[in-house]
């Protein structure tokens, strides 16, 4: 067996939780389970099928982790391949809440006024 972190082969037995025998590494101490092992491949699974359009509990519940745990993988996966897009130009808001606010409201309320007005948002 080898450790997941360093690759090292002195791991020793490190007692159980929950009926799993965990494992510990002699070289950098680092503690994991066997099914930490197959942990990056299922990582790597769970974002492909999160690309796919499948919700994260139903991720979970096929690979049998918890849906934050493949949230937290999702999200390690974009902050490592992609970059947050920086808004460039006017930014465009669409306030569909006030709209409907306006729309329930027993008050007429001149929508010609509102519409024409020329609205710029920063
Ligand atoms: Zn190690």
């Known amino acids: 067996m080898k450790c997941i972190k360093c690759n090292s082969v002195k791991v020793v037995k490190n ?14 101490n680092a503690q994991f389970c066997e099914s930490s092992r197959n942990s990056e491949t299922a990582q790597q699974f769970a974002v492909v099928l999160y690309c796919v359009g499948l919700s994260l509990r139903t991720i979970g519940a096929l690979l049998e982790y918890s849906n ?33 606010f306006i729309e329930q409201k027993k008050q007429s309320v001149d929508l010609e006024s509102v519409l024409s007005h020329n609205w710029t948002t920063y």
């Open 15 to 28: 007692g159980s939780k929950f009926g799993t025998p965990y494992l510990k590494c002699k070289e950098c």
């Open 68 to 100: 934050v745990a493949i949230l937290n993988w999702v999200r390690d996966f974009a902050k490592v391949h992609y970059h947050k897009p920086i808004p460039k130009g006017d930014i465009v808001l669409e306030l569909d809440e006030m709209w409907h």
